[in-house]
């Protein structure tokens, strides 16, 4: 392990998060890396703006000032989140003088978790067998005939990031096809090798889980992807201008005429903008409709209010977004941006947002 950069020490380091104070991970920056750090409990703005005048570093999910001049000493801005969405409307967000760096590489277990947890519920009926064992029905039931098991099934993976990676690889391990939509095209080994941070032993560095890659985020190249057979789509994708709104009734259509039994079923991990909510919510209600059934760990809003028709749409999983959330991920998180503590600010990050591209 790298030696703390002397440039770093004694730098002042502001953590705003919703949970109270973690000692432990206080008493670790402090001595592995020698910064000051003060924790508040908060999720998208601090009281006092006083607080950023002296502040070297930010991790957050959200909280920034909106000029230059109220964090005059700020030099790092850390994303505690696998993209920077939440703070890309900041008017400072991108400024050259700031280093900005996120923490993707953490999620990808958690969320490939819930993926599976989601879809094998949909596939062998638990909500079936859950009543059963609510009515104490111990008999045999012939709805176990009707259902499938993944192997063979197709999945294909919008976003073959870092926690597509992670999905991909548990999908080939239950004896699926992975399918792979990337922005840019992937030709090469090199190209579909992962530059970036992930837990150790966990997604597919090298690139090798997909039989299938497509490339392009436009209307023309998603049909292409999502006509290729697909029993689940997974979203994994930032969201974008690219993004937004790309999936809705043409591509549900798509997927109606081209999937096994007539659609797929959709589970969105990444934001609820990428999907057409009306549309998404018509389909769920229509047979037929090149939907399946749905896992939504995000949403418009969030949260969900009471009355939305969600709630009571058929075949739908719903949670919080917290797909991602576990007991380790604050240590995981911050433990990227103590890795690029350890360096000179001159040095390559990990981790580090391309500001033009918006991820």
Known sequence: MAEPSKFWQGAHLLITFPIPEQRDIVKYLTSSIGVR?????????????????????IATLGALQPSRSACPKLKLVHSITAGVDYISNSPIFGDPSIRWTYSSGIHGAPMAEWVFMTYMAFQKEWDFYREAQRNREGGFHFNAMRTRDLVGQRMGIMGYGSIGRQIGRVAQAMGMEVLALTATEKRTKEDRREAGYRLPGMGDPEGEVPVEWFSGLGKEALHVFLAARIDILVISLPLTEQTRGMLGKEEFDVLAKHSPYGGAFISNIARGEVVNQDELIA?????????????????????????????????????????????????????????????????????????????
């Not at 750090?37 to 570093?57: E, F, Q």
């Not at 969030?302 to 009355?307: G, I, M, Q, R």
């Open 37 to 57: 750090t003060i924790w508040i409990n908060c999720m998208a703005s601090v009281d006092d703006p006083a607080t950023y005048h002296n502040v070297d570093i």
């Open 283 to 359: 389909a769920l209600k229509t047979e037929g409709s090149g939907v399946r059934g749905a896992a939504l760990d995000v949403s418009i809003p969030e949260p969900l209010p009471t009355d939305s028709p969600f709630w009571e749409a058929p075949n739908c999983f719903i949670t919080p977004p917290n797909s991602s959330q576990n007991i380790k991920y604050m240590s995981r998180g911050l433990q990227i941006m103590v890795e690029n503590l350890r360096k000179p600010l001159d040095s390559e990050f990990i981790n580090e947002v391309n500001t033009a591209r918006g991820y």
